[in-house]
């Protein structure tokens, strides 16, 4: 079994790694999680052993290869895709731990040059991600290191992570991605084009000020209700942002 780890927040990666190690897991990964991975005296493959060409691009290309996306992909109950597989020397990922660059801190910076803010936004990163949920049946996909523990669990069960954590694992990938690109989307709505100059502008000030091209809500269930408009039709109470009702507060 072999799982890709490249996170940015590397909060409990070592432990999980380890974990991963102990249950026979072979371990590829990418740049800083690499280098944090063998700091840790874990074995791990560089990803540059698996596609044979070298990061390059300050980091932009990586993991954007078929023998990284063709192992994530790869239907194991399909027969040409696992002749693809022997064909192609494509090795197949089983697990898929990801988080992002951090766009939204980048973003909170407003004196963050526009092209340092550009290069926040993760490329390779939505792709291995949206990859593994889209093959989910077949790969894991983790996007937050508190369910690293709860992966763990899954793996060390006599019958493996059962199809409904997978899907959850899935959901939570999407809806991880959706927030990422809903944050970009936003941010660059506060961006201004001075075509005289060709300078790309920040202007926080502008863009609080402004109404947004495209209103991107982001609302959390506080909880369900006992119906919606009508008694045979299903409700719930949804609050802006993640904490949604705080009851020892009174108020969201």
Same mark, same amino acid.
């Given at each position: 079994?072999?799982?890709?780890?490249?996170?940015?927040?590397?909060?409990?990666?070592?432990?999980?790694?380890?974990?991963?190690?102990?249950? $026979?897991?072979? #371990? +590829?990964?990418?740049?800083?999680?690499?280098? &944090?991975? %063998? /700091? @840790?005296?874990?074995?791990?493959?560089?990803?540059?052993?698996?596609?044979?060409?070298?990061?390059?691009?300050?980091?932009?290309?990586?993991?954007?290869?078929?023998?990284?996306?063709?192992?994530?992909?790869?239907?194991?109950?399909?027969?040409?895709?696992?002749?693809?597989?022997?064909?192609?020397?494509?090795? $197949?990922?089983? #697990? +898929?731990?990801?988080?992002?660059?951090?766009? &939204?801190? %980048? /973003? @909170?910076?407003?004196?963050?040059?526009?092209?340092?803010?550009?290069?926040?936004?993760?490329?390779?990163?939505?792709?291995?991600?949206?990859?593994?949920?889209?093959?989910?049946?077949?790969?894991?996909?983790?996007?937050?290191?508190?369910?690293?523990?709860?992966?763990?669990?899954?793996?060390?069960?006599?019958? $493996?992570?059962?199809?409904?954590?997978?899907?959850?694992?899935?959901?939570?990938?999407?809806?991880?991605?959706?927030?990422?690109?809903?944050?970009?989307?936003?941010?660059?709505?506060?961006?201004?084009?001075?075509?005289?100059?060709?300078?790309?502008?920040?202007?926080?000030?502008?863009?609080?000020?402004?109404?947004?091209?495209?209103?991107?809500?982001?609302?959390?269930?506080?909880?369900?209700?006992?119906? $919606?408009?009508?008694?045979?039709?299903?409700?719930?109470?949804?609050?802006?942002?993640?904490?949604?009702?705080?009851?020892?507060?009174?108020?969201?």
């Amino acid at each position: 079994m072999r799982a890709l780890l490249s996170v940015s927040d590397k909060t409990g990666l070592v432990p999980f790694a380890s974990g991963l190690v102990r249950l $026979g897991w072979e #371990l +590829v990964s990418t740049g800083g999680t690499a280098t &944090a991975l %063998a /700091a @840790a005296g874990l074995p791990v493959i560089g990803i540059s052993e698996v596609t044979g060409f070298p990061e390059m691009m300050d980091g932009r290309v990586k993991t954007l290869h078929p023998k990284v996306h063709g192992g994530i992909l790869a239907r194991r109950h399909i027969e040409d895709d696992r002749a693809s597989m022997t064909t192609h020397g494509i090795v $197949g990922i089983d #697990l +898929v731990a990801v988080n992002l660059y951090p766009f &939204a801190a %980048a /973003a @909170a910076r407003p004196n963050l040059a526009f092209a340092d803010l550009i290069e926040e936004i993760d490329i390779g990163g939505p792709s291995l991600v949206r990859a593994a949920a889209k093959n989910f049946p077949d790969v894991l996909v983790v996007v937050d290191p508190s369910d690293y523990p709860l992966v763990l669990e899954a793996l060390q069960a006599p019958e $493996g992570p059962t199809s409904g954590l997978r899907f959850e694992l899935a959901r939570r990938a999407f809806t991880h991605t959706a927030a990422y690109d809903r944050t970009i989307a936003t941010t660059l709505d506060g961006v201004r084009v001075d075509d005289v100059t060709h300078k790309f502008l920040r202007d926080p000030v502008a863009a609080a000020a402004a109404l947004p091209t495209v209103w991107h809500p982001s609302l959390t269930k506080v909880k369900d209700l006992r119906y $919606g408009e009508n008694p045979h039709q299903l409700g719930a109470w949804y609050a802006e942002g993640e904490r949604g009702f705080d009851w020892s507060e009174g108020g969201i």
